[in-house]
């Protein structure tokens, strides 16, 4: 009785895996990973790209399954009299443009004192599209 039913458990892997032959050459969109990477808690796509591209800066605070990432003040060392500070939130588990948040806080040194100032706002729009981008890019290319 043991081996009919080892004899009818192989052939049924058997059939399940002919089943899933496939002829030809898969298209480059059906190779993609999935859009939805959450180990994490969050988009692992967007928080990996996150963090690379805030590679240069400190990072003060992160929560995975939150999905923040600040980071400290950071000192351009070509203009010492102005720094920033980054806040990224990933706000969905899929990856799309708007799962991501990005708020850069600006101040510049006057009379030995930091003074918040505005940023450009083309610069957290900036930062948002790097990021997408490289998220994008490790999902084509496999990684998260």
Known sequence: ??????????????????ACHHR????????????RMTQIGVNAYLWRASLDTL???TIGKTDSNGGVIVTEWYVNP?????RMKVSV???????????????????????GQWVDTSV?????QKLEEIIL???R???RNGAG
Do not use: W, Y
């Open 24 to 35: 030809g050459r898969a298209s480059s969109a059906s190779r993609l990973l999935p859009a």
């Open 55 to 57: 590679s240069f800066m």
């Open 120 to 124: 450009q706002a083309a610069t957290n």
């Open 137 to 139: 890019d490790l999902r």
């Open 1 to 18: 009785m043991i081996r009919v039913s080892r004899l009818a458990i192989g052939l049924m892997l058997c059939a399940g895996l002919t």
């Open 78 to 82: 070509s203009i010492p009299t102005e």
């Open 133 to 135: 981008q490289k998220a």
């Open 89 to 111: 939130s990933i706000l969905d588990p899929e990856l799309r443009a708007d799962a991501l948040h990005v708020s850069a806080a600006r101040q510049i040194l006057q009379n």
